[in-house]
């Protein structure tokens, strides 16, 4: 037993390589004879074949990143600004007594505690600050500034001025609708921002009416649909959503149903098809400006360039560049999921364009970082394929390297 | 116990390196010359002891921004190198314990299209392999997820990174006692671990089967 033990340290210097040829045939002498040795033997050889493969590393872009952000938040104060802040004691003495005030909740006799009352019919709502309303089966966001007006026996909200992001949870008999002076939205589907001016769907289908009630469009996810007038009128700044609720919310707070979680006020990528176009609109200067924001970092300014340059509907030697900068955006709000998605719809849609080339090596890139290293491989060697003499050549093949290295 | 050459070497700067100075006074060229100097060291350290995570960017900066708010404590006592991978094994270790690398890249990341576009594109003997030393690392990390961080990233750190015992119990400021104890629970545990799971075991049998006629 005691050679056993031996064995198993030694065992770990055979992994890793270590041992000497003494040690080495000492162990595979005993290992010979002992099957309880093998069985470890087995086990840290798999953290040998663990050790083959080559070390992570992030892509270039990712440590170009980090060196932005790093150098950005001044060195030293980069510390406060961009490690996570960690429970304190009093934060967690804090959740502690939140959650004992929970576990009362709770365990309270039902008596003790209020239904929720419903929101009273003709309630109108305006907001100094963002916050969130459950309403008719729908979690409802509104941005400072916003003017609603709620009807829950027609499950609709009129809204004059503002923003609205309305999550339907529940799907009813009745449509849930948002009405505007323009037009109205009727859900179709579940996720969707609506302006004065227009309509984003972030998930699921709305259908825009007008005010006489006959259908104008039908909005898909990823789709947008703007009024005429949207483009020419600069959109209003919408505030973050504001975790704590407005002071006529508060007046409401309890019909604010925890299971319903806040939607958020971000935009997803729009691959919008505006209805109308706006001559007179520069979606150069929109362009430029997007591009200014995102060097910058500022992902949520650079997107309402963005859905401005889209609304605006630019000529179709700008499109491929709208679209990438939207892609860009994504990946500067760190989703990159939906810029990989967005980055092969440039490709898709495309091909032929400058900034297809982009697309394709930013794709690859995105993949390699993810650690889906295969489909890396496959980007990476379409990107070489298509553009042999391109921009990113060099750092493609370093990418692959680190990929296939011992080809 | 024979002390291991380093899988990789480091490049290194003294402690006196106007560079430092720099990175203190928050000049934005010595910061990116201390990233650039030891991003592959702390980049290697965080991805075996993590494995695959969409967070690995946010590791890496976090021990960055850690050892730049705290250079001003360094007293040049050790290598640059140990200092940082001192920070990043705690950063590591702070994300294992917070229970954040359940979070495992996966193949979210991939849409539709991919499954068509592979195999035209990729050589199938790379893609294979490609494939299992992918499902192989995920899996034994899922496996590690299943061991306290502390033993696991002992014996990581001693298999993957060619830390001696001394160097762990020092990164992870504990004695070297401590450090064995931890790595034969950890060598322990995930024995039990690749027991219980049939793909690894077979997999595990095969390696041992390859092995021994190697070395025959």
């Known amino acids: 037993m005691r050679a056993c033990g031996r064995i198993e340290r030694q065992l770990l210097d055979v992994v890793r390589g270590a041992a000497s040829d003494a040690v080495r045939l000492e162990v595979e002498e005993h290992l010979e004879e002992c099957a309880s040795c093998r069985e470890v ?18 892509g270039a872009s990712a440590e170009r990143r980090i060196v932005e952000r790093l150098v950005a938040t001044g060195g030293p104060r980069a510390r ?3 490690a996570p802040r960690r429970p304190g004691r009093v934060m967690l003495v804090g959740l502690a007594v939140a959650a004992l005030g929970a576990l009362v909740f709770v365990a309270a006799p039902r008596g003790w505690r209020r239904a929720p009352a419903p929101v009273a019919e003709g ?37 004059t001025h503002g923003q609205v992001d309305v999550d339907v949870t529940e799907h009813r008999a009745r449509h849930f609708r948002v009405t505007t002076p323009r037009f109205v ?38 789709e947008s649909w703007t009024t005429a007038e949207s483009a020419v009128a600069p959109p209003s700044p919408v505030a973050s959503p504001a975790r704590a ?9 309890p019909t604010m149903a925890p299971s319903v979680s806040p939607p958020p006020l971000v935009t997803r990528p729009s691959v919008s098809r505006a209805v109308v176009a706006h001559p007179g609109v520069d979606v150069a200067a929109l362009v430029a400006e997007a591009r200014a924001a995102l ?42 999921a939906e810029a990989v998605a967005a980055y092969r719809g440039v490709l898709r849609r495309h091909p032929d364009a400058p900034e297809a080339e982009t697309a394709s090596f930013a794709v690859g890139q995105l993949l390699f970082e993810s650690g889906a290293q295969l489909e890396a491989a496959a980007a990476l060697d379409d990107y070489a394929a298509r553009y042999p003499h391109g921009r990113f050549v060099r750092e493609a093949r370093d990418l692959l390297a680190q990929i296939r290295p011992a080809e | 116990m024979s002390t291991p050459a380093k899988a990789h070497a480091v490049p290194e700067l003294a402690a006196d390196d106007p560079c430092l100075a720099g990175c203190r006074a928050g000049r934005p060229e010595a910061i990116e010359k201390l990233f650039r100097t030891y991003a592959g060291m702390v980049e290697g350290v965080i991805g075996r002891i993590v494995g695959p995570t969409p967070d690995f960017e946010d590791l890496v900066q976090t021990t960055f921004a850690e050892a730049l708010g705290n250079l001003g404590r360094f007293r040049g006592e050790a290598k640059i190198s140990t200092w940082l991978c001192g920070i990043a094994v705690h950063v590591a270790h702070h994300h294992l314990r917070a229970g954040k690398v359940r979070r495992h890249v996966s193949l979210e ?47 990581l750190l001693y298999v993957m990174e060619d830390r001696s015992v001394e160097e762990i119990a020092a990164l992870m400021r504990a004695t070297q006692t401590a450090t064995r104890s931890r790595m034969y629970f950890a060598r322990r545990e995930l024995r ?12 595990a049998d095969g390696l041992l089967g390859a092995t021994l006629e190697g070395d025959a």
């Open chain 1, 295 to 336: 060097a910058a970092g500022d992902a949520a300014r650079a997107r309402t360039f963005i859905d401005r340059a889209v609304a605006a509907g630019p000529a179709p030697s700008e499109r491929p560049v709208v679209d990438l900068l939207g892609a860009d955006a994504l990946l500067v709000e760190r989703r990159p």
């Open chain 1, 41 to 58: 033997r087995a086990s840290l050889g798999l953290l040998g074949a663990l050790r083959a493969q080559p070390a992570p590393r992030l």
């Open chain 1, 123 to 159: 309630l109108t709502l305006e907001a100094t600050q963002a916050g969130v309303i459950a309403f008719e089966g729908a979690g409802v966001t509104y941005g400072s500034g916003t003017a609603l007006t709620f009807h829950a026996a027609t499950r609709t909200i009129a809204m």
């Open chain 2, 192 to 203: 039990k671990l690749i027991r219980a799971d049939a793909e690894l075991r077979d997999l």
């Open chain 1, 80 to 82: 406060a600004a961009l």
């Open chain 1, 245 to 253: 609720p407005s002071p006529i919310a508060q007046t409401i707070a």
């Open chain 2, 109 to 155: 990341l991939v849409t539709d299209d991919r499954a068509t576009a592979l195999p035209a594109l990729v050589d199938q003997s790379v893609a294979d392999k490609t494939i299992d030393g992918r499902r192989l690392a995920s899996k034994l990390h899922a496996l590690c997820d299943r061991i306290a961080p502390k033993k696991r990233i002992a014996l």
């Open chain 1, 185 to 222: 939205v009727e859900v179709l589907g579940t996720h969707f921002v609506v302006t004065p001016t227009g309509v984003r769907t972030l998930r699921g289908r709305v259908r825009v009416l007008d005010l006489e009630g006959r259908e104008i469009a039908v909005v898909a996810a990823g």
